[in-house]
T-cell receptor
Framework: GDSVTQMEGPVTLSEEAFLTINCTYT??????LFWYVQYPGEGLQLLLK?????DKGSNKGFEATYRKETTSFHLEKGSVQVSDSAVYFC???????????FGGGTRLMVKP | DTGVSQDPRHKITKRGQNVTFRCDPI?????LYWYRQTLGQGPEFLTY????????KSRLLSDRFSAERPKGSFSTLEIQRTEQGDSAMYLC????????????FGPGTRLLVL
């Protein structure tokens, strides 16, 4: 079945550091890929998405590129802020179905 | 657009009791999903509706769980004879059928079974 694997956290960075959170997936066909973010005490929010190979999703300075050859969708940001501290979830939606399959989440802590 | 809402936000119950949660999707969205998230894990799919029809159920959804969406608008998720293992965050999401079908999540209902 479909699965998503994320790097385990927590990831602790200083403000303005470069961020990478790795995400790889296993799926049949050509899934759509998503990053969701969960801030403390809040629900899941869509951060960015990509629906086909080589697409780049971007939002709020975050980027991720859909790499079919490596089945990856790594999240990057050039300069993190304290306000980026949250849990980040990578997810896929297989075109044969409608549900999302999530990774286990990666907690990011940014220190001033 | 008021977003997806869920009620209650928190529920504490004793083992063996029944509980019911409600989800109100974004008004024009015809798909509605339920997920469960345990502490430190990613959400897991439970079931989804298109309008009032329940189209798919996960094997995680035991016989004690039932979900309805009677008029194709709000949905309820009932857990009968709750067990301590049911303690989790129950998330609702909604989407359109057309287009990319991006799912938008509500704030969740946190259930604690004592």
């Amino acid at each position: 079945g479909d699965s998503v694997t994320q790097m385990e956290g927590p990831v602790t960075l200083s403000e303005e550091a470069f961020l990478t959170i790795n995400c790889t997936y296993t799926a049949t066909g050509y899934p759509s890929l998503f990053w969701y973010v969960q801030y403390p005490g809040e629900g899941l929010q869509l951060l960015l998405k990509a629906t086909k190979a080589d697409d780049k999703g971007s939002n709020k300075g975050f980027e991720a590129t859909y790499r079919k050859e490596t089945t990856s969708f790594h999240l990057e940001k050039g300069s993190v802020q304290v306000s980026d501290s949250a849990v980040y979830f990578c997810a896929l939606r297989n075109n044969a179905g409608n549900m999302l399959t999530f990774g286990g989440g990666t907690r990011l802590m940014v220190k001033p | 657009d008021t977003g997806v809402s869920q009620d209650p936000r928190h529920k504490i119950t004793k083992r063996g009791q029944n509980v019911t949660f409600r989800c109100d999707p974004i008004s024009e969205h015809n798909r509605l999903y339920w997920y469960r998230q345990t502490l430190g894990q990613g959400p897991e799919f439970l079931t989804y509706f298109q309008n009032e029809a329940q189209l798919e159920k996960s094997r995680l959804l035991s016989d004690r769980f039932s979900a309805e969406r009677p008029k194709g608008s709000f949905s309820t998720l009932e857990i009968q004879r709750t067990e301590q293992g049911d303690s989790a965050m129950y998330l609702c999401a909604s989407s359109l059928v057309s287009g990319e079908g991006t799912q938008y999540f509500g704030p969740g209902t946190r259930l604690l079974v004592l």
